[in-house]
């Protein structure tokens, strides 16, 4: 408990007063995120330095207080929902240090800079940093580094921790320590970095870190690939990628998707196909240009309907809105979206797709996929309304389902948007007791009073996926 | 102790007597690596299951025997040293499992295949597993995993680390976990395979990984430059990469590398300059064709003295012949080589050099430099003679102030090789004494009994750096 003595000292800690939330109407801010169940705070500090974060951290570990990391709250998983109470540290306030060193290609940041202002500032050096979530004009690079967020260029440039070089954090006894450095190969010691990016703030708190940016590409081009059906979909997908050519992107929407957006705003596509492939390439404009007429090409080999090149970045825009719209476009009847991110290996995409069909079917639930194709990462979306008391109770087990399917199917529960709360009760299924046991060997090696982020990615006993709690 | 005893239950683990090597002459090839010193171990082992391998283990930590896993030995930091004695596991023998599954673009391996296999059974399909670690067509995938090895390519490819999505292990305590998967994004729990991969086999023992593989880029283009001023060739190198470009290597020679080679087989380069560089370009070859005229025409506005471009795959193999030459070349004179991987920032590779030849003239030693340029993985190499014991104390005196230096200009210990034995007495000095302890908790929390490959990465108390053991 954060008794009245605590946010005493706590006050000798803050530099600032102002820092130090504790109106009712500013706990409930920070009460919720982009996922599911409603968790009040105690008490919200939003740290500027890592002094005040070691002296935040030492206090909370010495009364056992738990302390919830916080960055923009876009999470899809519960990273940052304060389950047991305590304290929010909301790091969206430390946005000030953003620094581009061109010649050693790295980006140093605070934990609260947007994550898109980092791509921003490097291209002002012909650089780029090419980690972009969906949500990466709103989300911190702190929560990113947490969840080791990915987005549609994974599939050729990797995610959040493939860029991240070293980093300061503060560990749960409110030590400040190093990890990595500032140099694109290091193997001195255990990989620490590594190993603190997408641990969901559970292991340490990030305070800085130092990102690897890479030349710019000079050019990109999209192709819109248009699919009667989903197996020929799913071997050009393949095909493509053994033909030599690597794609920044290669996204796909799935016949839901489409007519949802053609309900939404006609666009133009066609709605009787099982899938629609959008496909970006970068680079070199001669070597793009010969590129995609190559992947043309294979699609049209392997039985697509239809292929449109993008004549420029207008045209390449336009194609893009589509698959932007599919979120809208999907929300419009109910309210209620529940965004999995269940990944398969890529040869599995055809048979998912099938098994989506049936659990939608078996459990009558309003289910559209669309996500980033070639590496696997799906997104199956319900739709509902959470005040559907009976409906929500079949979209927990349509959600169970998807989970057991991706398994089973040779994937994880999650490709980006992390473990969290959502998915805790769900990792034995993939890792087994002893997976499961040897992380939590960790977690009690580094953080042995429990106070970092409790609640996230073990689950406890018998604990269930709960979407709604009263 | 490996007691009788031990060696009756060994017998029955292992499926074939044959595999267990007991007799003084095969112990005599285990007692050493590509590194320095010399270690009996007690016993040799050659599993080819991870059951085997489980069995082994525990064993070993009921009766507290350290266990030593090995590839080819060609560490250059003591990764596989039995210091302790005890069991040595011999994977060498466990090259069965090589297979490539062209839709998914993995590689499923045993950790006894040769490394340069991998990518060799890549290329039928059009693939590329780009990690290349100068000994890898003699090296082992399971010594790269342990060392995460780097190599060339590391400039744009990354390093072994990158490509590993996931791993059977054996704990410690003999049981078999799998981490990671088949999928290029996964976020489930903590990330233990980036974890277990680099290090050391202090933490688990690899039994099969899973790597990824991706498109085979259709064309590569060579060129060399020559720098009369190594701070031009710094600047160059930085400039390169920020022109939108990604050479796939960037190797630096010094002038006395280029000296030692033309010396030891003359090859028509100028003897009298600072630097030369050798690019490497790879992709699309209207891509490359165009790039290596930009990045010719980068350096020569940078003042490189010349810049030639390869006509042909063969000119290519002649220019890359010269770096080749480096380290047959600087072992005529002196039969001991030391070979250095110190990295620093891009940035500070001028100054690098400049303190390097303070170094050379401070402690009298013959150094020579070269390395992987565009990441600032330098090879500081000293020759010398390793029965000469006073030259020896200079040989140690100066290692021990590149290390301190590298560290200084914002670098780390090691680039690519390790810490092992080598390297273990410097790790306080880049981690601190925090940073050091964390490591630690990991190892105690994971291997409390400190049987897998102990006396590596962690310094006992006093260590110093031993190239000569008695």
């Known amino acids: 408990m954060v008794t009245e003595q605590i946010v005493n000292q706590l006050k000798k800690i803050m530099e600032s007063e102002s820092r130090i939330l504790t109106e009712k109407a500013d706990l409930v801010s920070y009460s919720f995120d982009a996922s599911f169940g409603t968790y009040f705070p105690e008490l919200v500090l939003q740290p500027l330095s890592a002094g005040e974060v070691a002296g935040i951290v030492k206090l909370a570990n010495e009364y056992k207080i738990p302390i919830y990391p916080r960055g923009a709250g876009t999470s899809l998983s519960g990273g940052p929902l304060p389950v047991h109470g305590g304290i929010v540290l909301d790091f969206s306030q430390w946005n000030q240090l953003l620094i581009v060193d061109p010649e050693d290609t790295v980006a140093i940041v605070s934990p609260g800079v947007i994550t898109a202002n980092i791509d921003k500032e490097a291209k002002k050096h012909g650089l780029m940093y090419p980690p972009d979530p969906s949500s990466s004009h709103v989300s911190t690079i702190g929560g990113n580094l947490a969840e080791n967020a990915g987005g549609p260029r994974g599939l050729k440039y990797g995610v959040t921790k493939d860029y991240v070089l070293g980093l300061e954090i503060v560990t749960a006894e409110g030590e400040i320590i190093r990890t990595g450095g500032r140099t694109i190969k290091n193997v001195t010691g255990y990989d620490l970095t590594k190993l603190i990016v997408g641990a969901e703030g559970t292991l340490g708190i990030i305070t800085e870190a130092t990102l690897q940016l890479i030349p710019r590409p000079q050019a990109s081009k999209t192709l819109m690939v248009i699919f009667a059906d989903i197996v020929d979909a799913g071997r050009a997908i393949s095909s493509v990628l053994t033909s030599g050519i690597m794609p920044s992107k290669m996204e796909i929407m799935d016949q839901a998707s489409i007519a949802a957006v053609e309900a939404y705003e006609p666009v133009g596509l066609p709605v009787d196909v099982d899938a629609i492939i959008l496909i970006e390439l970068d680079g070199h404009p001669l070597a793009i240009e010969d590129e995609s007429e190559k992947v043309k090409q294979v699609c049209l080999d392997l039985g697509a309907r239809k292929v449109v090149i993008a004549k420029n970045d207008h045209a ?155």
């Open 316 to 470: 390449a825009a336009e194609l893009w809105r589509a698959r932007k719209l599919v979120s809208p476009a999907i929300v419009r009847t109910k309210p209620t979206k529940i965004s999995e991110d269940a990944t398969i290996p890529r040869s599995k995409i055809p048979e998912m797709f099938k098994r989506l069909q049936e659990i939608k079917k078996k459990y009558q639930v309003d289910l559209v996929v669309f996500g980033h194709a070639g590496d696997g990462n799906l997104h199956p979306n319900i739709i509902t309304n959470i005040q559907d008391k009976e409906e929500m109770k079949r979209v927990e087990k349509a959600v169970e389902e998807i989970f057991a399917t991706a398994i089973e199917l040779g994937g994880t529960l999650s490709g980006e948007h992390g473990i969290g709360t959502m998915k805790a009760p769900f990792m034995e299924m993939e890792l087994g007791e002893i997976g499961v046991e040897m992380m939590k060997r960790m977690k009690t090696a580094w953080d042995p009073n429990n106070i970092l982020n409790p609640g996230k990615i073990f689950p406890v006993k018998g604990q269930r996926l709960v979407l709604v709690n009263d």
